[in-house]
C-alpha cells in the first residue's frame, strides 16, 4: 500500500528551479484504514459519533453525479475557451495571480470534459497543451511582476556561498600489476523502462572512455537492480606503461654552423622536443645523418586515469528523462545517493552528482539499510549483496522471478501465463523478489479475460495464472520486494487492490451493456476529434462513406459491403463506454465483446476490434476485407483532416502519429491486394469532409499526402520482411521505381513494379544495363535541350539505329506500362543498351558533345529520347555500383 510519496519540482512554467523544491505527500486515508482494519474508506471512524462516510459520502455522491452525468458538456467546452481566454487578457495586464485562478478553473474544465468522454484521444493533447501554455505565461507574467517590484523578498534572504568542488585525495593501497575495477552508482529507484537502453550504452561508453587509457581493461561485467547499476572488470593495470618516444628532427647540416655550433633550427627542435641542447643525438637515414631526440613519457597511475573516466561515462549516458535536485547542476535519471568506486581495494577519487565515491555499498532499502562492505572482484561482490537481501544481477533475478512463478502457481495446481515483457518490467521493480499467491472471487471471470488481464498487469504488474483447461483462473501471482513475517498482511492488500478495480470493471460492465452500441453512436456527437474537424460522430460518417467508396472500387459483393458498413458505423461507439474510459487500451476488444454480447455477426464484432490494426508495422493484421476497408478508410480520414488543417508531421513531431496511419495503411492495402487509385481516395476525402473544409487549397494537399505515401512506401519495402507481405526490395530498386515518370495508380500497383524491378536485377547483364542508362544522364545532367530530333542530322549509323530502336520500343513500353505488365516494359528497356552503348564506342563516329553546334543538339536530344523512355518505367541514375 503506497501511503507517500515525494515528488521534485524541478520546474515550473518552463523555468528551471533552483534550488529544486521537494513536496513529501501523505495517504492519511490509508494509513488510518490500514490501522483501523477497515477495507472502506467510508467506514473510517472519524471521531466517536461519526464515521468518514458520515461526514464525505453525500459530497462524494452529488459531486460523482455532476461530474459524470449532469455536467452539459457544450457549456463546459465554452466555459474552457472563456476561462483560457481571461487567462491570456490577465497575463498580458501582468496579472499573474487572477490568472492563475482562470487557469486553474480551465484545467477543472478540461477534467470535467475528459471524465465525461468529450475529448477524444488525438484532441486530449492538444487541450492539455493548452493548459501548459497558460501555465508558462502565468509564469512569465509572475517573474516580469516580481522584477518590476525589484524582488523585494530576496533582499531579506542571506546569500550563500557557492560550493566548491570536493578535493578528494586517494589514500594510499598497495595494488599489485593488475587489480579488479569494481563501480557502483546507487540511486534513488529508477523505472525500468531505462534498462534496456543502459545495459546497451554502459559496454559502450566503458569502452569509449578507456581505450586510451592503456590500462588494458579485460573482461566486463553489468548487474543492474531499481537502485543501482554496476560495472565490473575482472582487472585492469595499476599504473600505465612509461612510454619511451623518439622524434626525429631536421638534418645535422642544417642543425650546426661552420664552426660546430647549433643553429636556431637545432634549438627550436631542442624546445619542442622538451629536451636539452646536450640531449640531441643522431642518426644515419639513407646516407644523411639526422637530429633525433628521445623522451621519455611517465605512466599515470590508473586512479588517476579512472577518476577522470569514470565520471566522464556517467556524464555521457543518455536518458529518455533527466531530473536535478539540491542545489546541484547535474541532471541524471534519478538523485545519485552513493558511488562504490574501488580498485583493488583503493577508492578512485572523484565526485559525482555531489556524492564523493568510497568503497561501501548499501544493501535492501528495507531488510538490510545499512551500508554494505564488499570484495572488489564481481563474485564477491554479488555474494556480499545476497546477504544483504539484494540480488544485484539482473539476470540472475530475472530466472529466479520466472522460477518463483513456475513453483508458485504448480504448488497452486496452477500454470504461469508467461508474458516476458511484464517479467522483463517487474525484474527491475524489486531486488528481493518474494511471491505472493492471490485470489479473486471466481464471479469476476465473468469479465472479459483481456480486461482482467490488462487490469492485474498494466496497473499493478501481477502476473495471470490459468487452470488445467488452459482458461484463465482466479488466481494471480505478485512479487513482493521484501520478506515479511505474515504474508497474508501483503496477499491480503494485494487481493484488496484488486478487488476493488475488478469491481469497477463489473460495474462499467453492466452500466455500459445497458446501452447498445448502435444507440451510442449519437453520443460520440459531444466527444471531440480535432477542435477545427468536429465531432468522432462526424469522423463515423466520413469512415462510412469511404468505406462503401472503396468497396464498390474493389468490386466488393453486397455481404462484404454490408458487413464493412456496420463495422464503419459502429467503429468508435466503444469510445463512449465506462469501460474504455477505464482501459483505454482495450478500445476496439470492448467493442467486440459488446458487440458478441448482442448477437452480432463474428465479422462485425472481429471488424471492431481488428479496424484498429496493425497497430505497428509488426503487428497483426486483420483477416477480414470488412475490418481492412474500415481501418484504411479511419486512417485516410486522419491523414487528410489534419493535413489539410496545417498539422502535418514535422522532422521532430509526428503528435497524430500520422507516419505509422501512413504505413500501416500501405500494409492493409497490399496485404488484402485492393485495387483502387489512392489519389481518388484522397480526393474522396475530402468530399466527405463537405463544409469543414471548403475553405481548403485541395489540390497541393492531395499532392502533398500523396508524397507522404510515396516516401512511407520506399522506407517500408526497404526493411519489410514477414512472410505475409512483400519485401524487402533493395533500395535502390525502390527509389528508381518511386521516381519513374509514369505514376503509380495504386499501391498494390507500385508492389508489383518493385516485383518486376526486383526480377530484372537478377538479370546477368543488369549491371551493364544500368551502367549505359546511367551514363546517359551523366552527359545529359542538368542541361537538356528543347526541340524536335532531326532525323536529316543523324549522320552516322549508329545514330540512325538507335533512334530506330527508340521508335520501335516507345509504343511497346507506353502500352506495357499501361497494361502494367511491368516486367515486359523493364525488357523492352533492356533491349535498347546494345544500340545506346553503339552510340558511345569510339568506333561509330558519333561524339554527342559535338563541336558543330546543330550536331550536339540533335544527338543530346536523342541521348534525352533515351533517358525520358527509361524514366517513365524506372530511373536507373539511382542504381547503385
Known sequence: MEVTQFTYFQQVGGFELRPVLGEITYGLERICMFIQGVDNVFDLQYNKQFTYGDIFHENEVQFSAHNFEVVRIESQLQAFSEFEQECERLCERVLPLPALDYCLKASHAFNLLDARGAISVSERQGYILRVRNLARMISEAFLKNREALGHPLLKRIPGAESAKPVQVKAAPVSLGEREPLLFEVGVEEMPSRVFSSLLEQLPRLAKKHLADSKLEPGELRLFTTPRRFTLAFDGMLTQQPDIAEEIKGPPLRIAKDADGKWTKAAMGFAKKAGIELDDISTKEIKGEAYLFARREQKGRSALEVLSEALPALLSDLHWYNVMRWGDGETAFVRPVKWLLASLGGAVVPFSFGGIQTGLVSRGHRFLHPGDVAVPTDADGYLEALRRADVLADHEERRERIRTLLHDTAKAAGLTWREDEGLLHEVTYLVEQPVPILGRFDADFLQIPDKVLVSEMKVHQKYFALSDSDGKLANAFVAMANMRCKDEDVIRSGFQKVLGSRFADARFFLQEDTKITLAARVERLEKSIFQADLGSISAKVGRIGALTAWMADEIGADSATREQALQIAQLCKSDLCTDMVGEFPDLQGDIGRYYAQIEGLSNTVADGLRDHYSPKSVNGDLPTSDEAALVGIADRIDSLVGIFAIGKAPTSSADPYALRRACLTSIMLVVQRGFRFRLRALVAQAFVAYGETLAGVDQAPLVDAILEFFRQRAGRLFGEMDRPDMPGPFARDSIQAVLDASTPWGDLSDLVRRFEAMDAFRSRADFADVAATF????????????????????????????????????????????????????????????????????????????????????????????????????????????
Not at 823 to 852: C, K, P, Q, W
Not at 864 to 872: G, Y
Open 774 to 881: 546511367k551514363r546517359c544522364n551523366n552527359i545529359i545532367k542538368n542541361e537538356r535541350e528543347t526541340g524536335e530530333i532531326q532525323e536529316a542530322l543523324l549522320e552516322q549509323t549508329a545514330e540512325r539505329e538507335l533512334y530506330a530502336a527508340l521508335n520501335a520500343a516507345e509504343p511497346v513500353i507506353v502500352a506495357s506500362m499501361r497494361n502494367q505488365d511491368y516486367v515486359a516494359a523493364l525488357s523492352h528497356v533492356g533491349t535498347l543498351r546494345t544500340a545506346v552503348d553503339t552510340i558511345f564506342d569510339v568506333d561509330s563516329g558519333v561524339m554527342v558533345n559535338a563541336e558543330d553546334a546543330d550536331l550536339r543538339r540533335n544527338r543530346r536530344l536523342l541521348v534525352q529520347q533515351v533517358i525520358d523512355l527509361v524514366a517513365s518505367v524506372a530511373n536507373f541514375a539511382v542504381i547503385q555500383g
